[in-house]
């Protein structure tokens, strides 16, 4: 068994590093950004929550508590009471979404951004607050789902969404704002 999964392994884990090589290079501006997506593939219904259960009560809780990040090629960390929060706001003419939590793990969810990967952010009335990078996530189970809401690093349909930096001092840590072209966020309301 050991024979058979490990070339498998070496494979994974060679794709893994040339994404990662790849995405700093975006960052340093030696790479053009490039997408990796199957936009014949359907999304399933069951990755669509309505709004009608999302609360902005809830959302404000669910900011302030744990965050956590997991999956994604190579990522995984947990960031429990940082002493300095900081933020990263994926805005269009239309949302504004907002991410906080250490500097590593901002950075790090800005990196899964920029890769190509998509990210879903869940919310839940538990004290917890859920970050999940991962190329192809289908549906999210959990107890007393608030809402949650997408980002997807997809060819842009109809604008770029900016992405600042900043702390609670409101000083950017990434320089200033790096622009990248995203598709628009699922789940928009009416």
Not at 22 to 50: C, H, W
Not at 51 to 60: D, F, I, P, S
Not at 155 to 172: F, G, H, L, Q, R
Request: net charge positive; glycine share 6%; hydrophobic share 35%.
């Amino acid at each position: 068994m050991l024979l058979s999964t490990e070339p498998k392994t070496k494979i994974r884990r060679c794709k893994m590093f040339k994404r990662m090589v790849e995405g700093f290079q975006m960052l340093l501006g030696l790479r053009k950004i490039e997408y990796e997506t199957n936009m014949s593939e359907p999304i399933s219904e069951d990755a669509i929550v309505s709004n009608k259960v999302y609360t902005e009560a809830g959302r404000r809780k669910a900011m302030k508590l744990v965050l956590t990040l997991g999956g994604g090629y190579g990522y995984g960390s947990v960031e429990r009471d940082f002493p300095e929060k900081f933020s990263i706001t994926f805005k269009n003419s239309k949302r504004e979404i907002t991410v906080e939590g250490s500097e590593e793990f901002c950075k790090n969810v800005f990196n899964s951004v920029a890769l190509g990967q998509k990210v879903i952010i869940s919310f839940y009335e538990k004290r917890h607050h859920t970050v999940s990078v991962t190329k192809r996530d289908r549906s999210i189970r959990a107890e007393r789902l608030i809402g949650y809401d997408f980002i997807s690093a997809a060819p842009a349909v109809w604008s770029d969404i900016e992405v600042w930096y900043s702390t609670k001092k409101n000083k950017p840590f990434f320089g200033r704002a790096y622009s990248v072209t995203m598709s628009h966020f699922l789940n928009e309301p009416a």
